[in-house]
């Protein structure tokens, strides 16, 4: 690609981040760093020196780290499972992992309070079991709710990830190890787990920053005991008003979250050497035979798996059907109403509509940006085109909630004012979801054949028409996939929004959050399955989609 038409090429995008990302997130900061109009760091000096910010930012990362190997614990032997068994379903469970990755975080929490509350279906199903006198488990409101939570959300990532490594292996150098009468043991610990470190290690990292990062599961499930920055920053910004504190609690976790960004993505780029390093000649062989100890455990790993991650989520469509009394629609009938709701600060179906309208006016924002961005990162070879791509990346490395409140506070004056509108919140989520687009789009663009494009500008075509009539058709998969995936994300956004949303822009994650505050399980669980059903669809069609060109880059 020529230099003239790579700095076109990102025109638009650096124009739309400056506008919408970095001038109002510099205005924050600045707030942090400034007092009385000169440089000042008291305000990161007052919240080192606060205990119970201290104890919020230890919280936080014993939080994560704990998730994180949790996840660890629950995906890789899902990913032992998806590469070395074959059973019936195994291809739509590996397509069914990344599911939870997309699936709100608010549903999630939901369906862990009515399965695993004190009068959750876990307890009560135990209660049937053991008897009325058996104690309940006490699993939520408390650290151990959070870590489980997480686990839910994230496991599968590791799963996804691990198993794609653990199949591009070449299965002739443990062969040769066996020949050496090296027992299964000794090889899986000497010979196979170095070659998947990387991976594990890339994806601990992932999951390490999603969960420090994690807002909505630890606002719901954790409460001012256990909070996280994130939670910090909501509760000083929109309850306290302490905007300087606020926003140098932001430049705080802005810091550690770019240095757990560099370490993943130091992580991910020893992946990528090792899948290169890789000479596969034949796919690794499936185990074969009769019962086994281990098949006992894996079996006992699945029926334990179905019940921890299943059971959140038909607690959640159960309760969508349940009434006072007995089975009933009328939760699903209020979806449509127009009536005002206290709990929902506007009615239903309009906040049914405030999501389809967000979600697909930041899909239609975030794709052409995605688009120019993924085909810089593939097609052009500018000096320093590395750190281009980590600027245009940079609000993947920033928590949603400090992107809600750079926005609240940027779109409060000049150039733009859209502080309280729709608007505002479209701008929030096609920020947010733009960098997932590009990570979609790019496997499409780095799989499409260069001679194409080079026959069509033989017979006299121009670039942009060539561009147009010949790549566009060719990568319309992977189109589609970029843009289910930002639908789906823009539809379970509730971090950013909770910042920005006023009475009347209410979404259906924040309409989740707030009839669950309300104890309105019947309406949130309704709410929560429109969500759930969205996600599902999405990704089924993404699943078929990405047979093609098209597919999401993990």
Request: hydrophobic residues 55%; aromatic residues 10%; positive net charge.
């Amino acid at each position: 690609m020529r230099r003239s038409a790579a700095v076109l090429l990102l025109v638009a995008p650096l124009g739309f981040l400056a506008l919408v990302f970095y001038e109002p997130l510099f205005l924050v900061l600045r707030t942090g760093l400034t007092q009385a109009g000169r440089f000042s760091l008291s305000a990161v000096r007052a919240l080192i020196a606060d205990p119970y910010y201290r104890h919020v930012i230890g919280f936080t990362l014993e939080q994560a780290a704990l998730s994180t190997a949790l996840s660890l614990a629950i995906g890789f032997p899902g990913a032992y499972l998806l590469t070395r068994y074959t059973f019936p379903g195994r291809r739509a469970i590996r397509s069914l992992t990344v599911v939870p990755f997309v699936l709100p975080a608010i549903t999630v929490a939901l369906g862990f309070i009515l399965f695993f509350g004190n009068n959750g279906h876990l307890n009560r199903f135990l209660m049937l079991v053991f008897g009325l006198g058996h104690p309940p488990l006490r699993i939520l409101y408390s650290l151990s709710g959070i870590v489980l939570a997480h686990a839910f959300y994230n496991a599968p990532i590791v799963t996804r990830i691990v198993n794609a490594a653990w199949e591009g292996l070449d299965p002739a150098i443990d062969e040769a190890a066996v020949t050496l009468g090296a027992g299964r043991v000794r090889r899986f610990l000497g010979i196979t787990l170095p070659r998947l470190a990387p991976a594990v290690l890339s994806s601990a990292a992932l999951v390490f920053i999603f969960t420090f990062l994690s807002f909505p599961i630890v606002l719901s499930l954790g409460g001012a005991r256990y909070a996280t920055i994130e939670v910090g920053i909501y509760t000083l910004t929109r309850t306290l008003l302490d905007y300087r504190l606020g926003s140098a609690l932001i430049l705080l976790e802005t810091v550690l979250s770019l240095g757990l960004a560099y370490l993943y993505l130091q992580a991910e780029g020893r992946r990528a050497v090792r899948l290169r390093q890789e000479r596969k000649i034949r796919p690794i062989p499936f185990f074969a035979g009769g019962p086994s100890l281990g098949r006992v455990l894996l079996g006992a790993y699945v029926l334990l798996a179905g019940v921890f991650f299943l059971g959140p989520l038909a607690s959640i469509l159960a309760d969508s059907f349940r009434g006072a009394a007995g089975a009933t629609l009328d939760h699903y009938a209020q979806l449509a109403s127009l009536a005002y709701s206290p709990f929902l600060g506007s009615s239903p179906l309009r906040t049914v509509a405030n999501s389809l309208i967000i979600g697909c006016g930041a899909t239609l924002i975030a794709l052409p940006v995605g688009a120019a961005v993924a085909v810089f990162s593939v097609r052009s070879r500018l000096l320093g085109r590395r750190i281009v791509e980590a600027v245009l990346m940079a609000p993947l490395a920033v928590s949603s909630v400090a992107v809600g409140f750079a926005l609240l506070r940027g779109f409060a004056g000049p150039p733009l004012r859209l502080s309280g509108t729709l608007v505002a919140i479209v701008l929030a989520h096609a920020v947010l979801i733009y960098p997932f687009a590009v990570r979609a789009l790019r496997p499409a663009l780095e799989g499409l054949d260069p001679a194409l494009v080079e026959a069509a500008r033989s017979l006299g075509v121009s670039r942009v028409r060539a561009f147009f009539e010949v790549e566009v058709p060719l990568l319309r998969r992977g189109i589609l996939v970029a843009a289910v995936f930002s639908f789906a994300l823009s539809m379970g956004e509730m971090s950013a929004t909770i910042m920005l949303a006023r009475p009347g822009l209410t979404t259906i994650p924040l309409a989740v959050y707030g009839l669950l505050s309300a104890r309105q399980f019947g309406a949130a669980s309704a709410m929560a399955v429109v969500l759930i059903a969205v996600t599902g669809i999405a990704f089924l069609a993404i699943d078929r989609l990405g047979r093609g060109r098209g597919g999401l880059e993990w």
